[in-house]
């Protein structure tokens, strides 16, 4: 088990230095560093002293080197676009993303799980039906049609809830929460349900298929042939087993909870890392667009990770096959 | 107890209803099976032997669904209960032991874990008590070491240790009947032998009735009391297994008993039966064995022998008198179309 | 139990399939009508240029001054604009029709594109195995954790710091055309991989090579016809998801830019005008987008479950 993780730890350790060539090379060649920070104007000796500064005119590999040790420390560099440390940019923002992506994410699994089981056991009936082809419509419908539809329904047509922004905030240890305040609620409504809805229908088909797989198994027939009850079987049996496919998908579905929630804030003005990405991508800030990359890469890495370790907590073959040999 | 049979199944019929049609997968299937008796089932894959596990046990997959006949437990009908009734015959009256120990149990759950439950499930015991119960099976099934190896997960346990394992969750709520379905087809020789010698031990210490569905005439000859063949949905000749064995009547089971590997006297060539069983959707209308069949004649093409009895043997062809005669006589001497009982029992 | 017909190689066989795919069509309502939009509004939206009543590309065809004119039937429409207008005075209906095409355009180029390199690297990848196969499935691996619109949004990202400005409505289709070519390439390689190392070790591969023929050649043979089924699947949904991934490029304003429109364009301009009301901008190439996707969803969904000999 231990040599198990220390192999993912290995591997996670291998894709986070591929990711930080890429975000070196953007860095290093796309465009050139010093322009951005100096004025068109500046003097050419000022100009190398710049280059200097930064290391540029050390060679490339030492250069990677450097730049992946400040990476780990988290430091990007200035930002282009705001003249700001990106370190302290992102880090305003990424309590509002993680926030929204969270209560997102929990969300759609408190939803989507017994609507899958439901779809599943009771597949003939007619609300799982109309719970299909409303699957089927949020898996169809863009995110960013969805935020749009419910924004127009509920803030501009019934004023109920917020159009934009994150409502009040508190300061927590350092971290600045909506979850504390009524507007801070209310505000988060929409774009939480925005970026749950795709979530959900893609957790209810995938529980739904996977259930449907597994009470066809043998397994299943042989605990009804032993007069189990329908309630074990379909809970303790068959729910357990969709479990495996269900945490891969949820962990990669958290990487696309991440990008979708980009859309989520662009349309709510949502003041979180997406918006701000957005906003490097536009105005070719490339610092900014680097640290996300390696941010985000890193989530994803680390719930990978999680995710290898919760199948081996869950299906007890991957434990011997991950048992050192 | 009642002296009669564990299991009477009369004039069975089982029909899916489908896009072309309506098919009858079982058409009149009757047998009885008796206290501490194996009846073996056999027949091609196909023929309706599992189905006809399936329907006694009440599992039949929609669309398919029971529409005439009876199943009896100890006298009980049970082919009719609700579906709450019958989960309380299931695995506490009737035990059921699918082909493939491997997929048979649950990975996520230990064994012993998958007895417990079902011991909970139907006995009034605690949790201590079944959990003791289920080690003490564990043992009578010959699993070595059964204290450690009830916390073992079923990928831990060899093929045929699974079928042992399985063999146990069979047993635990000491059912009058278990149903056999190709229980040693996924195993190895040399373990399929073990499994046979353990069926056959506990059918004979715990007096339960056995339905073993195979296709393997050996295993057969190994086990059964007595055979039922089986053709597209139909018994097409039943007796004791020496008998049947020995001296089959039916040209199928005649063409059944060339196909086992002999490895005393001489090593012949297999003798193959030509041809498939025809689908169910395109059943000849007379004997359905006909197109296969190396001795038919005119009148096996137009109508379909019924069973009629030839010493030992009930037999379905019309090599053996005119069914229709014989089983006029048959109604005379006994009113119910009754299936030969175990030996030595008394037709009601 | 009948077992599933599984010589596909079989020219006979393969054309009772087809059959049988097309009986399925028939019987399936749902999917028949799906097919009937898909086909429906890609012929309109190929068929643009000759059915619009006007070419919203065109700056001399349109004038401010029709700016924001709502759908005919409204209060204050005008017969000339069915749908109404966009901020600029475009006819909706035409500049639909045209966006269609342009996202038909780039989301069909891209999964072209994606479909070629996964279904070439994922040859590659089975047929080489050891150290390369590694190396390709790694890649992959780690691609499928970062969604697509990341990865487009990056692409984007470099591209626009490399071209000009003046250079990016020329270069914008390509740009999304890549981005989505790279972000959808690892379905199909997968598919392929496992198809070719089942092949591979087949005895005719081992013959033919033996024989000194091409064990590739024979693969592609071989190994392609088997999956068509699978990926022609994931093209279908990947057709839409890559619909959806350009709509919402475009509608984060790294996509299409204003002058040649794509829904995600139209529907970009339309959200800025929502709160004023004027609410047609939006919702027209909204629910265009909307019905062509699930359409194609639908469809999806449908050959998954015919091709599948498992549900037959």
Aim: net charge neutral; proline share 6%; with cysteine.
């Amino acid at each position: 088990m231990i040599a198990f993780v220390i192999r993912r730890l290995f591997q996670s350790v291998i894709v986070m230095i591929a990711v930080g060539l890429i975000a070196f090379t953007m860095f290093r060649f796309v465009g050139d560093p010093v322009n951005q920070i100096v004025s068109i104007d500046t003097p050419r000796e000022q100009r190398e002293r710049v280059r200097q500064d930064l290391g540029l005119d050390r060679p490339v590999p030492v250069q990677f080197a450097a730049y992946l040790v400040r990476a780990a420390q988290f430091d990007f560099g200035m930002s282009y676009q705001f003249r700001q440390p990106v370190r302290g940019l992102i880090g305003e923002r990424m309590p509002a993303t993680l926030e929204l992506a969270g209560v997102a994410a929990v969300l759609a699994l408190l939803v989507g799980i017994p609507m899958g089981v439901f779809t599943a056991l009771r597949r003939d009936s007619l609300l799982a039906s109309l719970f299909m082809a409303v699957s089927l419509v949020g898996i169809s419908l863009p995110t960013f049609l969805i935020a749009i539809l419910l924004r127009y329904l509920f803030s501009v047509q019934l004023g109920w809830l917020p159009s934009y922004g994150r409502g009040d905030v508190v300061m927590l240890a350092g971290w600045s929460t909506g979850l504390l305040t009524a507007s801070g609620l209310k505000a988060l409504i929409l774009p939480a349900v925005t970026l749950a809805l795709f979530q959900m229908t893609l957790i209810t088909r995938l529980v739904r298929a996977e259930m449907l797989e597994v009470l066809r198994t043998d397994y299943i027939r042989f605990a009804r042939a032993r007069g189990l009850r329908n309630r074990t079987i379909h809970f303790g049996h068959a729910l357990k087993n969709t479990l495996v496919p269900l945490i891969t998908v949820t962990g990669l579905q958290l990487g696309s909870l991440i990008a979708f929630a980009l859309i989520t804030e662009y349309v709510f003005q949502w003041p979180g890392m997406g918006l701000l990405f957005l906003g490097a991508v536009q105005n070719v800030d490339i610092p900014v667009m680097a640290a996300y990359l390696m941010l985000t890469a890193t989530i994803f890495v680390g719930i990978n990770l999680v995710v290898d370790l919760l199948y081996a907590a869950v299906d007890p073959r991957l434990r011997i096959a991950a048992r050192p040999a | 107890m009642t002296s009669g049979p564990v299991l009477s199944v009369r004039d069975l019929k089982v029909e899916f209803a489908s896009r072309r049609g309506v098919l009858r997968a079982l058409d009149g299937v009757s047998f009885d099976i008796g206290r501490g008796e194996v009846l073996g089932l056999v027949g091609e894959s196909g023929a309706g032997k599992s189905l006809t596990g399936a329907a006694v046990i009440g599992l039949l997959e929609p669309p398919g669904r029971i529409v005439s006949g009876e199943v009896r437990l100890l006298g009980e009908r049970i082919d009719a209960l609700p579906e709450r009734q019958m989960r309380a015959v299931r695995g506490r009256r009737i035990a059921m032991v699918f082909q493939d120990p491997l997929t048979s149990l649950n990975p996520l759950y230990t064994v012993g874990q998958q007895i417990e439950q079902t011991i909970l499930a139907h006995l009034p015991v605690s949790r201590r008590e079944a959990r003791r119960r289920a080690i003490d099976l564990l043992k009578e099934v010959g699993i070595q070491g059964a204290e450690r190896r009830a916390d073992a997960y079923p990928h831990e346990f060899s093929g045929g240790m699974r079928q042992r394992v399985v063999l146990a969750l069979a047993l635990c709520a000491e059912p009058d009947l278990v149903i056999a379905d190709e229980p040693t087809t996924a195993l190895d020789v040399s373990v399929q032998a073990q499994i046979i010698a353990l069926i056959r031990k506990l059918c004979l210490e715990r007096g339960m009735a056995v339905m073993l569905i195979t296709h393997d005439m050996g295993v057969i000859a190994e086990t059964a009391d007595r055979v039922a063949v089986m053709y597209a949905g139909r018994i097409v000749e039943t007796g004791p297994v020496a008998a049947l064995v020995g001296a089959p009547l039916h040209p199928y089971a005649r063409g059944l008993m060339a196909a086992i590997p002999r490895l005393d006297g001489d090593r012949e060539r297999l003798a193959q039966i030509p041809g498939a069983m025809p689908r169910l959707q395109d059943l000849p209308r007379g004997c359905a064995f006909c197109p296969r069949c190396p001795e038919n004649f005119a009148h096996c093409h137009v109508e379909r022998p019924e069973l009629v009895t030839r010493g030992e043997h009930r037999v379905a062809c019309f090599l053996y008198g005119d069914g229709l005669a014989d089983r006029a006589g048959d109604d005379g001497a006994a009113p119910a179309p009754e299936m030969d009982g175990a030996p030595g029992e008394a037709v009601p | 139990m009948s077992t599933p017909d599984t010589q596909r190689r079989d020219g006979w066989s393969a054309r009772a399939r087809d059959n049988e795919v097309l009986a399925s069509l028939l019987a399936t309502p749902m999917a028949l009508v799906s097919v009937c939009v898909v086909l429906a509004m890609a012929g309109a939206a190929a068929l643009a240029p000759w059915i619009a009543p006007s070419d919203p590309f065109d700056p001399g065809a349109v004038s401010l001054i029709d700016s924001l004119t709502p759908p005919r039937w409204v209060e204050g429409g005008d017969p000339r604009f069915l749908l109404g207008t966009d901020n600029q005075g475009r006819d909706l209906w035409s500049a639909i029709l045209y966006g269609m095409r342009v996202s038909l355009i780039v989301g069909l180029s891209g999964v072209a594109l994606a479909a070629v390199v996964g279904i070439g690297l994922g040859l590659v990848a089975g047929f080489a195995g050891g150290r390369i196969d590694a190396v390709i499935m790694r890649i992959a691996d780690v691609q499928l954790t970062f969604p697509a619109i990341l990865i487009a949004l990056l692409v984007d990202g470099v591209v626009h710091a490399m071209v000009q400005d003046s250079q990016r409505e020329t270069t914008a289709m390509a740009v999304l055309i890549v981005s989505i070519g790279l972000s959808f390439w690892v379905q199909y390689a997968r598919t392929v991989r496992g198809s070719t190392m089942v092949e591979k070790n087949k005895d005719y591969v081992q013959a033919a090579r033996l024989m000194g023929l091409s064990a590739p050649a024979i693969l592609v043979r071989h190994v392609l016809p088997n999956v068509t089924g699978p990926i022609l699947v994931i093209l279908t949904i990947n057709i839409a998801l890559a619909v959806i991934t350009e709509a919402t490029l475009s509608f984060l304003g790294v996509g299409l830019p204003a002058t040649q429109p794509s829904l995600g364009t139209l529907i970009r301009i339309g959200n800025d005008f929502l709160f004023s009301g004027e609410w047609w901008i939006v919702a027209f190439p909204g629910a265009t987008l909307a019905v062509f996707v699930l359409a194609l969803n639908l469809c999806g969904d449908w050959l998954r479950d015919a091709l599948n000999p498992k549900l037959r």
